[in-house]
């Protein structure tokens, strides 16, 4: 790639995407707030939110469909060019192809728009189309392929020019477990070659799975963010996942303890500590109704996260 | 830009819709001048039977003046045919005074109810010197002309040159006298006369429906281009990779050269069939093909179409970017698809009267000048200072255009989920 030298030199000390005070108004709604956000080299960032929080607005700066009003974007170490767009793979939320376009002509446009020539045109559109066991449908247009296959071709787009940036909405959507699989293993192997992942998401799993970073919007400002560790050590929740056998209610057993239940299952129960819980007099309590088979301390879970700071900033 | 260009092309081409209209087109046009003559042709073979029962016994001589060509069956009273140019060839059955019979008149009744003949005309006898007394054709068939075409201009000229008889005047005199009447016209451009007739007149208006039609297609195909790609998304993976104005200006121009290609295939064909068909077509209309398609007007009929072309496709691409379903897209061409009839309205009276100050003002709005000023160029050919004014005006008008539009496009291509209204539309311009 033509600016991988360039990358390799800031890629131990520079992010690879930042954004400084950046925000965006429509008319009167303010979409994006003043947002900051650093992406580093070989990471998968997590931008989450609920619907409306602005994370599109932001991708779509950063991907250089829409300017910022106000704020400064950097990518890949320098000021937001249009030539940096040649080095980003943007997969939107709504997905956009040809309807009428057969694949094989809708990948070797939309990849000449990205700046690729003809010959790795031809080599990458191979790969992929082998890769994703599309091969014989090269010939087919796009409005015949199942939903799935659609969105395999999709991705194919976003990746076919080999990009350092990767900016996905909501990746897995409309895929089965199995290409979803196949999704997030590409995703790890991006990574692994160096590249930078940005995945907007409302599938927790797959960002625990997945995200080193993340970032949480809501209603137009970033309201938490950083290392997925680190935010969910500052969270401060002390969760506790209990594993029993057993047909006894113990959620309303435990109820008097001063506990947050987050999940109940038929055996098994998350629940958080609230100040002045004790941890012995709650396992003392369970084992009177029911054969606790696993105790434990957990991480809190990224959801949990998730619904509390939404609530505490709406 | 480049590679917008070319997709936009190449799909253009490609397409079935195209293929046939580029090819089918001039061919259903060409028919639409082919039928006529075809069928005439075809009706050259039928024969009429005419019959004339000519009580005066003096102007029978009148039908039967041309020579006849072919031998009639039943002819009582010495007879003729006579060819006209079209149509079917007419033979007449003449009876002069000695042979009509008492029931003469019931019996070619009878043959023409049974469509034996194809009608008969009774000249009665005081026809010559009663000028209030008429000959009347009988007929079953009213809406035939070429058989009432033929009878009345003989007859008419047959009673004129025996009434002048009758009045002692030779009407080979009348005849002489009558020559040479005609006021012969000649169009006066810079360094030529050319005989017109009307033919300017024509050459405009189809030049102006040509011009309209064109505009007014491929303005509407690049309008549903730019719905499309909007509604199927497709157009937020394109902006995360070219600039918006480059994406409309490449589809502008992909389509325009698509356009430009199907114009000169259209207007080779109508070169090939105005050098070997025209000419004899206009010589019987008493003008030349030259003055038609002169190389001069034929150039600038293709800069005013590129022209008329940039304005109204980067008007509709502008316009299709602010909705999300083709179904919309009448409502918010309307205005624009307005500009384009109003000069085809004010075409006939600008071609009529070129030269007046309010032919020249109108024929200078950019939006008109592709119609009107092209109308001008054919009618009497404007000063040049004219014709150069409106490519500037145009040229700019075009970059005010691309200006507006390509704002309205880059942020309406992103807006989903209503419709906007004119006042919000024009906040879009006003964003960064």
Redesign the interface.
């Given at each position: 790639m033509r600016q991988s030298s360039a990358i390799n030199e800031y890629h131990i000390s520079m992010s690879l995407v930042s954004l400084r005070s950046v925000s965006k108004t429509y008319?009167s709604y303010k979409a994006v707030n003043d947002v900051s956000l650093e992406i580093s080299p070989g990471c998968i960032f997590g931008l989450l939110g609920p619907n409306g929080a602005g994370k599109t607005s932001t991708i779509?700066m950063i991907?250089?469909?829409?300017?910022p009003?106000t704020g400064e974007i950097t990518l890949f170490g320098e000021p937001q060019r249009?030539e940096h767009?040649?080095q980003?793979g943007?997969m939107?939320e709504?997905?956009?192809?040809?309807?009428k376009?057969p694949v094989r002509a809708q990948l070797e446009?939309?990849g000449?728009?990205?700046g690729l020539n003809k010959a790795t045109l031809k080599k990458n559109i191979d790969y992929w189309l082998d890769r994703f066991e599309i091969q014989s449908w090269a010939k087919k247009k796009t409005n015949e392929l199942s939903k799935g296959m659609q969105q395999k071709l999709q991705f194919i787009?976003t990746i076919l020019h080999d990009p350092q940036l990767l900016v996905l909405d909501e990746p897995l959507s409309g895929l089965d477990p199995i290409n979803s699989e196949i999704i997030n293993e590409i995703i790890l192997e991006e990574k692994a070659k160096g590249r930078s992942i940005m995945l907007s998401t409302h599938r927790m799993e797959q960002v625990e799975q997945l995200c080193d970073e993340i970032a949480l919007m809501n209603l137009g400002k970033v309201i938490l963010s950083g290392k997925l560790r680190d935010v969910k050590e500052r969270s401060g929740k002390k969760m506790i996942r209990i594993v029993f056998s057993g047909t006894d209610n113990l959620v309303s057993r435990l109820d008097h303890f001063p506990i947050r239940i987050a999940e109940s299952h038929p055996n098994e129960l998350l629940f958080e500590m609230q100040p002045g819980a004790d941890p012995k007099a709650i396992l003392r309590s369970a084992l009177d109704y029911v054969d606790v088979i696993k105790w434990e301390l957990v991480e809190p879970p990224l959801k949990e996260i998730f619904l509390d700071a939404v609530a505490k900033n709406n | 830009m480049l590679?917008?260009l070319k997709?936009e092309f190449k799909?253009k081409i490609r397409s079935k819709a195209f293929i046939i209209l580029t090819f089918i087109a001039p061919l259903i046009m060409a028919g639409m001048i082919a039928v006529p003559v075809l069928i005439t042709t075809i009706n050259m073979g039928n024969e009429k039977q005419i019959a004339i029962i000519d009580e005066t016994g003096k102007l029978g001589k009148y039908f039967t003046a041309d020579t006849s060509k072919r031998p009639i069956l039943q002819n009582p009273g010495g007879a003729a045919s006579k060819n006209p140019s079209f149509g079917p060839s007419i033979h007449i059955a003449m009876f002069a005074p000695e042979a009509i019979t008492p029931n003469t008149i019931d019996s070619l009744k009878s043959l023409l109810l049974q469509k034996k003949i194809a009608g008969y005309l009774l000249i009665p006898s005081g026809a010559i010197t009663d000028s209030g007394v008429t000959a009347t054709l009988r007929v079953t068939n009213a809406n035939d002309i070429t058989v009432e075409e033929f009878l009345s201009s003989h007859y008419k000229d047959g009673l004129f040159s025996e009434r002048l008889k009758t009045g002692g005047i030779d009407p080979s005199f009348v005849q002489h006298a009558r020559q040479g009447t005609e006021i012969s016209m000649l169009k006066v451009s810079e360094g030529k006369e050319t005989a017109d007739n009307g033919v300017g007149f024509i050459g405009g208006y189809i030049t102006g429906m040509f011009l309209y039609i064109s505009m007014l297609l491929y303005g509407s195909l690049i309008m549903q281009s730019v719905i499309e790609?909007k509604n199927?998304?497709?157009?937020?993976?394109?902006?995360?990779?070219?600039?918006p104005i480059d994406i409309l200006i490449g589809k502008v121009l992909g389509v325009g050269l698509a356009g430009l290609l199907q114009v000169s295939v259209w207007a080779s064909m109508f070169a090939a069939v105005s050098f070997f068909a025209l000419p004899a077509l206009l010589t019987t209309l008493g003008s030349s093909a030259g003055s038609i398609i002169s190389p001069t007007s034929f150039i600038y009929f293709v800069l005013y179409f590129v022209f008329g072309y940039l304005m109204y496709a980067t008007l509709y691409a502008g316009a299709g970017a602010t909705v999300e379903q083709a179904s919309d897209a009448q409502q918010v061409s309307m205005p624009i698809t307005f500009l384009i009839i109003l000069p085809i309205l004010m075409m006939t009276s600008v071609i009529q009267s070129p030269s007046t100050t309010s032919s020249v003002i109108l024929s200078l709005i950019p939006f008109f000048s592709p119609i009107l000023m092209m109308g001008r160029i054919f009618s009497e050919t404007p000063p040049f200072w004219q014709i150069a004014l409106s490519f500037v005006l145009m040229g700019a008008t075009f970059f005010g255009v691309l200006w507006v539009a390509g704002k309205i496009y880059r942020t309406g291509i992103?807006m989903?989920g209503k419709k906007y209204s004119l006042r919000?539309i024009f906040?879009w311009l006003k964003y960064?």
């Open positions: 008319g779509r991907t250089g469909i829409t300017m009003d249009a767009q040649n980003i943007y939107p709504e997905r956009g192809l040809y309807r376009l446009y939309l000449a728009l990205k787009v | 590679i917008v997709h799909q790609e199927s998304r497709v157009i937020e993976l394109l902006s995360s990779s070219v600039k992103l989903y919000e906040k960064s």
